[in-house]
């Protein structure tokens, strides 16, 4: 028996290929953001900046964030809410005491049974407290950021650079990219260079054509008008495992528009394949969850949103079906070594090698501009290759949760380094 494979190869060409040409192309041209004049002339009349930072068992890093965050250059006090979840280490007793130390510290302690019920709800009660603590605030002229306890600003204009991009009264939220700082263990490395090779060339491409800028869970900023706008309850979702997803969605739905921050926040990798695997599954589930409630529902393409920034959001939410298609494609190699049938094609072996291997510019690009050494990009291009066929595992897993009707449910990510 034949099994003809053109179906798969035009799938890829379309799907894959033409897209990483058209992420490489966009690499190339793409320059670099710049917002910070000379320092005498910095705009006072930037808006405010209010970070959340939900923490949970993050007495390791907590104190080192607070207080770099606290001597980032920005012409206002930069002030940070701790959202303490009910944790077990000294995690209150830090934030506290920094909130003794600085009074742009703010506190708030979270009691079981409400807390610990996923990043959502946290950072619905911090927004919450905020309104209520700030009531006479211009919410159009104050930005709420969420952070996570180990995240910390790289370039010295970030917040800056934030508050300037707010300056169009369009932009209704912004994310910065996201560096891994302990690059001297390869599974950090190679989740670095997934953040350098594919999200921020993505955001990037997004940024200057569709408009469909994603927001992550490290190194947001949404206007609080936006906030409030989007639900009277809370506007992140708490039963959402990527709460920063579903928000997204919404934002865009909204007509709101999300920037992309070309500056860097940093974080701890997992250095665990067992850790990773617990994190990505968290992930993938929550991907198909906003899948299922804006794309299989129809919500998304009932919506007034321009074609291509429909189109564009359709893509993207659906890319988790490129895994599966590449299973398929492994499963019908192996098994074609033992079992009765031949795989037959009409497309030549170049166009099949190419459409193999037509990120691998794009990652090369990316890793070339986030200044990783040049004599690590090849072999960080194909461990990363391998390194990528983690998310069929984590996806599949995800599948059968939802088959089963699992109630989701938050794991968080275990610090390791101080």
């Known amino acids: 028996m034949t099994i003809s494979t053109d179906l798969l190869t035009i799938f890829f060409i379309g799907y894959c290929m033409i897209y990483n040409l058209f992420l490489f192309v966009c690499a190339l041209l793409q320059r670099p953001q710049r917002f910070l004049p000379p320092a005498e002339h910095i705009d006072a009349d930037l808006p405010l900046i209010t970070i959340m930072i939900p923490a949970l068992n993050e007495a390791k890093v907590l104190r080192r964030t607070i207080e770099n965050l606290l001597q980032q250059p920005y012409p ?15 995690t209150l007793a830090i934030a506290e005491d920094l909130a003794l130390q600085h009074p742009s510290v703010f506190v708030l302690h979270r009691h079981l049974p409400a807390a610990r019920r996923g990043k959502g709800a946290a950072l619905n009660h911090g927004l919450h407290y905020l309104l209520e603590r700030f009531p006479e605030r211009d919410r159009q002229r104050w930005l709420i950021s969420v952070f996570d306890g180990d995240g910390r600003p790289v370039e010295d204009d970030f917040f800056i650079a934030a508050g300037k991009i707010f300056a169009d009264s369009s932009v209704a939220a912004a994310q910065s990219g996201v560096r891994i700082h302990n690059v001297h263990r390869l599974l950090p490395a190679l989740q670095d260079t997934e953040f350098v090779a594919f999200s921020e060339i993505i955001q990037s491409a997004r940024d200057g054509t569709s408009g469909t800028v994603a927001l992550g869970g490290n190194g947001q900023f949404i206007r609080a008008d936006y906030l409030e706008r989007l639900s009277l309850q809370g506007p992140w979702d708490p039963t959402a495992l990527t709460e920063d997803l579903d928000i997204t969605i919404r934002i865009h739905l909204a007509g709101g528009r999300i920037r992309f921050l070309q500056r860097h926040v940093i974080q701890e990798g997992v250095e665990s394949l067992r850790a990773l695997m617990r ?26 949103l321009p074609w291509f920034k429909k189109l564009d959001l359709h893509y993207y939410l659906s890319f988790w079906i490129v895994p599966f298609i590449v299973l398929l494609s492994l499963v019908l190699t192996a098994t074609g ?57 984590a996806l599949v897993r995800a599948w059968m949760n939802i088959a089963q009707r699992k109630q989701p449910h938050w794991i968080k990510t275990q610090r390791v380094h101080n």
């Open 76 to 90: 206002k006090p930069i002030e940070i809410l701790i959202i303490d979840d009910h944790s077990d280490d000294e």
């Open 279 to 304: 994190q990505r599954q968290r992930w993938a589930w929550g991907t198909l969850q906003v899948f299922l409630r804006y794309v299989w529902s129809g919500q998304l393409m009932r919506s007034d």
């Open 337 to 393: 070594l033992f079992l009765p049938w031949r795989l037959e094609g009409r497309f030549h072996w170049a166009i099949l090698l190419a459409n193999s291997f037509s990120f691998w510019p794009m990652m090369a690009v990316g890793l070339w501009r986030a200044k990783v050494p040049h004599s690590q990009v090849p072999m960080l291009v194909v461990v990363g290759t391998f390194y990528s066929y983690h998310w069929i595992p």
